[in-house]
Structure formats: structure tokens, C-alpha cells
């Protein structure tokens, strides 16, 4: 069961609100074979890692205060593991309203751009799909991980029709689409979406060539903490290049980047749709 936290401490290639439905997996059979001790493991390994995904601690958190003291040794389950079902409930209703929400906006069929994985973002354009309102989507690989490699084939096992590109040719894509949609991993109180590397130039490219860019995610991505508040972490060069000896060069490697929310045309989320300057009421309906 440890190994398990282990390899979704060490998951680089899915979203946040994927990691999320996987830890409430988790949750759930800890509860139903009574594994209260490698519960109490995981969330510590946990907390150690996944820095960069503020709504996973979040989730975390509530799990640890709310989930953990349902839980105990050779007792009845059934309170933890109903908590963890009305968890699951609430994160697929959010996702099925964010994707109708989403799909609302269009009345002729689309081209898309995308960059990385969202679960959120592929059950939008899977739902805009299923109305026959999208002609094709155009995936980034975002490098290093290449999880655009498991976004395009999700969404053509799906029916959609898609194309693989390298992220340095997001201008090519975006001459040929309608609009960009991205998610997010976190959206700090200070203005600032926080998503996959790559989303920044591709947002400046959007705005280059006045095409929106739409952010689809439930709202739990809004924290109250500022961008320096939140860890963008440094990962291993040799995910980029296997150095010979003679060289004597830096490598940068981080998975997230920062962008001013001001460069993002809308946010689509289960509470409704915002434009950036409308944020700040989400945040206090969020926090009261």
C-alpha cells in the first residue's frame, strides 16, 4: 500500500485533479482492508512531495482532519469510507458542470489547442465533442514528461480527432485553431496561474494573435496563498540531457511556471465562468 503513495508522490505526468481522484482511491481501500497505519505513512510521504500542487495539500489536509479520525483499527468503515464517496461525488459533479459550462460557449464547431494533461480539460473537449462542436484538437507534448503524449491518445480513444505537436510549434497550432484551453494546478491570491511550463509563452502567443485562452478548473485551484508563497520545484537535469563529461553547462528543469492571470481570456469553473478581474470575488466567496 506504501508503494502505492510512493509512486503518486512520484506521478510527474498527471494533473492535480487527478492526483486528487487517485488519493481518494487510496483513501477508500486503506478504509475497506482496515490499512490504517500505511494510510498515516502515505500522507506523510505526501506531504513531503507534489509541492508545486497546492489543492492537493488542501485535500490532504481536510483528509487528515476530517477522514483519518473516521478511521480506526479493525472498527467499522463505513463512515470513512461514505466520506470519501461524498468527495468523489462533489470532484465529478464539478467536473460534468465545468465541462457543460465550457461546451455552452460555442454554437459552431471548434478548433482547439491544448498543452500537457488535464483531466479537466479533456472532459471539456470530450463533452464540446459529444456535440458535435469540435473539428479538431492540436496537443503540445510538454517536455520534458511528454504527457501530451497520453492526452492525445485519451481524447482519439474517445473519438477526437487530434494532432501531436512539439512545443515550440504552439504559434503553427494556434494560427490554425479557434482557441486554447488549458487547466490548472493552482491560482494564487496574488494573480497568477500556475500550470505546466510552456503555458506563459503559449498565453502570449494567444494574445499575439488575438485568440482566447480559456482555464477550465474547479475552484479548490484557487489558494489563498500568494506566488511566493508556493513552491516551484526543481527537477533532474538529466531528465533533459545525459551530460558527457566535458560539459560544463547549467541545466534548468522545472515542470510549472507562473502566468498573470490577465493574459487568461476566461476561467471556467463548477461555480461559474469569471474573466480575470472578477477573480478576487471568487476567492472571497471561496475563503467565507
Given at each position: 500500500?506504501?508503494q502505492?503513495?510512493q509512486?503518486?508522490?512520484?506521478d510527474?505526468?498527471?494533473g492535480?485533479?487527478?492526483?486528487?481522484h487517485?488519493?481518494?482511491?487510496?483513501?477508500?481501500?486503506?478504509?475497506?482492508?482496515?490499512?490504517?497505519?500505511?494510510?498515516?505513512e502515505g500522507?506523510?510521504?505526501?506531504?513531503?512531495s507534489?509541492?508545486?500542487?497546492p489543492?492537493?495539500?488542501?485535500?490532504l489536509?481536510?483528509?487528515?482532519?476530517d477522514f483519518l479520525?473516521?478511521?480506526?483499527?479493525?472498527?467499522?468503515t463505513?463512515?470513512?469510507?461514505?466520506y470519501i464517496s461524498?468527495?468523489?461525488?462533489?470532484l465529478s459533479?464539478?467536473?460534468?458542470?465545468?465541462a457543460?459550462?465550457?461546451a455552452?460557449?460555442?454554437?459552431d464547431p471548434?478548433?482547439?489547442?491544448?498543452?500537457s494533461?488535464?483531466?479537466?480539460?479533456v472532459?471539456?473537449?470530450?463533452?464540446?465533442?459529444?456535440?458535435?462542436?469540435?473539428?479538431?484538437v492540436?496537443v503540445?507534448?510538454?517536455?520534458p514528461?511528454?504527457?501530451?503524449?497520453r492526452?492525445?491518445?485519451?481524447?482519439t480513444?474517445?473519438?477526437i480527432?487530434a494532432?501531436l505537436?512539439i512545443?515550440?510549434?504552439?504559434?503553427?497550432?494556434?494560427?490554425?485553431?479557434?482557441?486554447?484551453?488549458?487547466g490548472?494546478?493552482?491560482?494564487?491570491?496574488?494573480?497568477?496561474?500556475?500550470n505546466?511550463t510552456?503555458?506563459f509563452?503559449?498565453?502570449?502567443?494567444?494574445r499575439?494573435?488575438e485568440?482566447?485562452i480559456y482555464?477550465v478548473?474547479?475552484?479548490l485551484?484557487?489558494?489563498?496563498q500568494l506566488?511566493a508563497?508556493?513552491?516551484?520545484?526543481d527537477?533532474?537535469?538529466?531528465?533533459?540531457?545525459d551530460?558527457?563529461e566535458?560539459?560544463?553547462?547549467?541545466?534548468?528543469?522545472?515542470?510549472f511556471?507562473?502566468t498573470?492571470v490577465e493574459?487568461?481570456?476566461?476561467?471556467?469553473t463548477?461555480?461559474?465562468i469569471?474573466?480575470p478581474?472578477?477573480?478576487?470575488?471568487?476567492?472571497?466567496?471561496?475563503?467565507?
Amino acid at each position: 500500500m506504501l508503494q502505492q503513495f510512493q509512486d503518486l508522490a512520484n506521478d510527474n505526468t498527471s494533473g492535480a485533479t487527478e492526483l486528487i481522484h487517485k488519493l481518494l482511491a487510496l483513501c477508500e481501500n486503506c478504509a475497506i482492508g482496515y490499512h490504517v497505519e500505511p494510510l498515516r505513512e502515505g500522507f506523510e510521504l505526501l506531504e513531503q512531495s507534489q509541492l508545486s500542487m497546492p489543492s492537493l495539500h488542501a485535500v490532504l489536509h481536510i483528509l487528515k482532519s476530517d477522514f483519518l479520525p473516521k478511521l480506526h483499527e479493525d472498527e467499522e468503515t463505513a463512515d470513512a469510507i461514505q466520506y470519501i464517496s461524498s468527495l468523489e461525488k462533489i470532484l465529478s459533479e464539478s467536473g460534468e458542470r465545468i465541462a457543460e459550462l465550457f461546451a455552452g460557449k460555442f454554437g459552431d464547431p471548434q478548433q482547439a489547442v491544448t498543452l500537457s494533461r488535464s483531466s479537466t480539460v479533456v472532459a471539456s473537449l470530450l463533452r464540446l465533442h459529444k456535440k458535435e462542436l469540435l473539428h479538431r484538437v492540436y496537443v503540445l507534448e510538454a517536455r520534458p514528461m511528454l504527457e501530451g503524449h497520453r492526452t492525445i491518445r485519451d481524447m482519439t480513444e474517445k473519438g477526437i480527432t487530434a494532432t501531436l505537436m512539439i512545443d515550440a510549434a504552439m504559434a503553427v497550432a494556434l494560427a490554425q485553431a479557434d482557441f486554447a484551453i488549458v487547466g490548472a494546478d493552482s491560482v494564487s491570491a496574488d494573480g497568477y496561474l500556475l500550470n505546466k511550463t510552456g503555458t506563459f509563452p503559449l498565453a502570449l502567443c494567444c494574445r499575439q494573435l488575438e485568440i482566447p485562452i480559456y482555464v477550465v478548473c474547479d475552484s479548490l485551484k484557487f489558494s489563498p496563498q500568494l506566488r511566493a508563497d508556493i513552491l516551484v520545484e526543481d527537477k533532474p537535469g538529466d531528465q533533459l540531457l545525459d551530460r558527457s563529461e566535458k560539459d560544463r553547462f547549467a541545466i534548468w528543469n522545472r515542470y510549472f511556471e507562473w502566468t498573470p492571470v490577465e493574459y487568461i481570456t476566461e476561467f471556467i469553473t463548477e461555480r461559474g465562468i469569471f474573466s480575470p478581474d472578477q477573480l478576487s470575488a471568487l476567492a472571497v466567496e471561496e475563503s467565507t
